[in-house]
């Protein structure tokens, strides 16, 4: 099976056919609550409030729904229209629920008679119930918005907005080209210029991707370095064909080391002298170019084998020497 960024344009390749059979996959849905919830633990925030999240390429909201459930707030952007459709329709049904929640919990005008009859005598009782259920209704958590956008062209937000940012699966796009105004590294570049900036300082980005070669990665990483952040990259279940995960992750204290993989494996430094991504289970000598055997002269070629050889040319349409005598017969050593 192909990888879909050699396929064409992401926004082409995720129509509303291949959004509404990603969104109805419960391996897939698994799958992106996993990712998201090993993301949510790299980021490490602080527990006990919610947290302003940027949802780089959140297609149909499936990493948005983990991030509600921990109860933080976030905006995701993607490139597809047809999956921000689906994206948005859970979020019109969540609001919907919310909306009809609240409506059954309102008093009914039989319940505000009796409130009424009962008023002289516990006013502050009735006070402190109704403000305990406004309380409640404002207390509830946003959904989270949505916004139309492509990540390789930078990202559209005010500078210091987010308190974290996370990308399940998206990353890995911005290494192909799909016409010739698009050169992978200068998106790169324009993608992480903008992150740097619409961080707040102290924040944390974990973006996962599926890189095709290692030089996609060498690149990504040094492209990230480039602005400015430090970081890494963390690899889980390295020696798994189908679990293997990359995460790069990336802050903005020169001194932050990436965290280990969860199979022990380092995560390569972005800030080491030596630029690229130092991979643990790579050997040194498949880098290395090997010369190709030297083949004897005069091996296989035997009279059989021209004749055999000729014919196939002449099959072929070729110009071709015809057989005499000498064919095949081996010349002396002086004329």
């Known amino acids: 099976m192909s990888r879909p960024e050699l396929t064409g344009h992401a926004s082409l390749f995720y129509n509303a056919k291949e959004a509404r059979k990603y969104d109805s996959s419960s ?24 947290s302003f999240i940027l949802d780089v390429g959140c297609g149909s909201g499936l990493s948005g729904q983990v991030l509600e459930e921990h109860g933080h707030i976030w905006v995701g952007c993607d490139v597809s229209r047809d999956m921000l ?87 890995q796009w911005l290494c192909y080209s799909n016409t010739k105004e698009q050169i992978p590294k200068k998106r790169l570049m324009r993608f992480f210029s903008s992150l740097y900036q619409v961080l707040r300082r102290g924040a944390r980005a974990v ?32 020696n798994s064909t189908k ?32 630029a690229g991504v130092r991979v643990a289970d790579k050997d040194p000598k498949k880098g290395k170019k090997q010369k190709a055997p030297r083949k004897k002269k005069g091996v296989g070629k035997t009279k059989e084998w021209i004749l055999h050889k000729k014919e196939t040319q002449r099959k072929k349409g070729k110009e071709t020497r015809m057989d005499t005598k000498y064919t095949g017969r081996k010349r002396p050593t002086r004329f």
């Open 243 to 274: 679990a293997k995960k990359h995460y790069l992750v990336l802050s903005f204290d020169r001194a932050y080391k990436a965290p280990e993989g969860l199979s022990g494996l380092e995560g390569a430094l972005l800030n080491e002298d030596r």
């Open 27 to 50: 391996r897939m849905v698994g799958i992106q609550r996993e990712i998201t919830e090993r993301a949510i633990e790299l980021l490490k925030l602080p527990p006990g409030r919610p």
């Open 207 to 238: 973006l996962q991707f599926y890189p095709e070669t290692s030089e996609h990665a060498v690149l990504i990483s040094e492209c990230a370095a480039r602005v400015g952040f430090a970081g890494g990259i963390v690899v889980d279940y390295p």
């Open 85 to 171: 459709n689906m994206a948005n329709e859970r979020i019109e049904r969540k609001r919907e629920a919310s909306a009809s929640t609240g409506d059954s919990d309102a008093p009914s005008d039989d319940d505000d008679e009796e409130d009424e009859m009962d008023e002289d005598d516990d006013d502050s009782a009735d006070d402190d119930d109704g403000e305990t259920k406004r309380n409640k209704h404002n207390e509830a958590p946003s959904p989270g918005d949505l916004l139309h956008h492509d990540m390789g062209t930078g990202l559209p937000f005010r500078p210091a907005s987010f308190d974290a940012c996370i990308s399940i699966s998206a990353l």
